[in-house]
């Protein structure tokens, strides 16, 4: 029999966590294949949740305690992750706030997927059937469906609606390959670390929707701003597409650079200028893109595979000159050349931007 390790982080979770552990427990007659074993990682609650859980040891077998200092809910989990795999072995993690806010009936379910061939299954409020509480303030309605925005576009990910939430089964394999990328995130900020990395290593990704109850008794530990901020900056230094449109920045510069010296100050033949300076840029964007806004899905088969690659790349880039000067004429000839600027940068962002993207996903740094 396969089994699923269920780990519990707590802090000052006394009243809870009695009524969570039964909850948990009592599904195991629903589910034949799987053995459940809880992990408690308690960070030494003064309000004694740890002594509570070893009396619950009494009565469970299947119910472990871990005690660890204060440091973080990512820490925490991390260190709940490695006592799993060292003294349980388990098949998949299951991942769960320890106050009633994710309802345990829902852990068949979660099974379920993963037998039907999801590795990362992720129980999502933000899809049809599922909810948050009605009565949460505005303030953080809005945080919660601030930050899945901003992740969901920032990672050009529209499909997967649900990158925050605590409710979660992962295959053993994707935690550890994991370890080294989301070491440093000891914070809530790491949940979002764990899903980009599975993303990025093709994981078979399943959202189940599940209302997020209120928390039965005691408060929310999370720090709104703190994690807000780490949230943006996990975003802004991991996604691909906000490199790519740095490096499209980078590549206007040097073109603009080049030309802005060769035309007007080396006083050289604009269309020689014109042909270094574009060619330049292209080199420059193909470059940056390859070693870093696509990093993980760098070219590699040799010279031949770059020079390939590059060709393509120049094609792509020349699809993007026509467009913008059959689109800009266009535009001149309908509305007139007054703001002539406004338009040209409207297809940039409109169109050039969604256009090379989409292209180099497809057919220069495709999914390994
Ligand atoms: N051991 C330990 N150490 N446990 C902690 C710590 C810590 O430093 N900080 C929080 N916890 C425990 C809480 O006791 C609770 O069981 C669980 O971690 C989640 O913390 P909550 O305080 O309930 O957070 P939340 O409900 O506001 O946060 C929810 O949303 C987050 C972001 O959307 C949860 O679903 C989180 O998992 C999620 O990341
Ligand atoms: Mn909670």
Redesign the pocket.
């Known amino acids: 029999m396969k089994k699923a390790a269920i780990i519990?982080?707590?802090?000052?979770?006394g009243g809870n966590i009695e009524e969570i552990i039964n909850d948990i427990f009592s599904q195991q007659k629903l589910i034949e294949n799987w053995q459940l074993e809880i992990v408690v990682?308690?960070?030494c609650s003064p309000d004694k949740t740890g002594e509570t859980i070893k009396q619950l040891q009494k009565k469970y077998h299947h119910l472990h305690l871990l005690e660890?200092p204060?440091?973080?809910?990512g820490k925490?989990y991390k260190k709940g992750f490695e006592y799993a795999f060292n003294k349980i072995n388990p098949y998949l993690i299951i991942q769960m706030?320890?106050?009633g806010?994710h309802d345990p009936k829902k852990i068949p379910e979660f099974l379920k997927e993963i037998e039907k061939g999801a590795d990362f299954v992720v129980g999502t409020r933000y899809s049809k059937g599922g909810s948050i509480p009605k009565n949460w303030g505005i303030h953080r309605k809005i945080l919660?469906l601030g930050a899945n925005f901003i992740i969901r576009f920032g990672f050009m990910k529209p499909q997967v609606t649900e990158w925050?939430?605590?409710?979660r089964a992962i295959k053993t394999w994707i935690i550890k390959n994991a370890a080294n990328h989301i070491k440093n995130y000891s914070g809530?900020v790491f949940?979002v670390a764990m899903l980009d990395f599975a993303i990025i290593n093709n994981a078979v990704i399943k959202e189940i929707p599940i209302h997020f109850e209120e928390?039965k008794s005691g408060i929310?530990?999370?720090n709104a701003l703190q994690y807000s901020a780490q949230t943006f900056f996990y975003v802004f230094s991991h996604s691909p597409f906000i490199k790519f449109v740095i490096v499209g920045i980078i590549g206007f510069v040097i073109d603009f650079g080049i030309s802005y010296l060769g035309i007007e100050r080396l006083q050289k033949p604009v269309w020689i200028i014109t042909l270094l300076s574009t060619e330049t840029a292209i080199l420059s964007n193909f470059l940056l893109n390859n070693f870093w806004s696509f990093a993980h899905k760098k070219i590699e088969g040799g010279p031949m595979k770059y020079f390939l690659n590059f060709l393509k790349f120049n094609l792509v880039s020349s699809g993007s000159v026509a467009i913008q000067t059959l689109g800009l004429q266009l535009l001149v000839i309908i509305f007139g050349r007054k703001l002539w600027y406004l338009y040209k940068i409207l297809i940039i962002i409109f169109i050039i931007i969604p256009y090379s993207y989409i292209l180099y996903n497809k057919f220069i740094w495709k999914s390994k």
């Not at 519990?8 to 979770?13: D, M, V």
Request: charged share 25%; glycine share 6%; hydrophobic share 20%.
């Open positions: 519990l982080p707590t802090y000052n979770e990682v308690d960070s660890t204060k440091e973080g809910l925490a706030d320890a106050d806010q919660s925050t939430n605590g409710y809530y949940q928390r929310s530990k999370i």
